[in-house]
């Protein structure tokens, strides 16, 4: 029974969101950009929580967390409203 309860949660944002965690928690970003991007947001925390995965994806990238003024807003904005789970919220404090 639980297995099918993670069978098909981990099929459902819920699940894509989680895998993108642990991606990133292995170190393989590229891997993760590509499965953040395949999440389709249906709320506002999913679409907040991807847009923040893509503002670190980009980071990392350049290997600085550098905000440009439009992400510094949205970020803030984000922060400013908490939709965002406390994990993610824990990920805000390297932009500032």
């Given amino acids: 029974m639980l297995q099918n309860f993670y069978a098909v949660h981990s099929l459902c944002n819920i699940g894509l969101f989680e895998e993108v965690r642990l991606l990133i928690q292995e170190g393989d970003v590229a891997s993760a950009t590509v499965e ?19 503002v670190y994806f980009g980071a990392a990238q350049y290997d600085a967390f550098f905000l440009d003024s439009v992400q510094r807003f949205a970020v803030e904005d984000i922060a400013n409203h908490a939709a965002l789970p406390a994990s993610m919220m824990c990920a805000l404090q390297f932009f500032f």
């Fill in 36 to 54: 953040n991007e395949d999440i389709t947001d249906t709320n506002q925390i999913e679409s907040n929580s991807r847009f923040i995965n893509q």
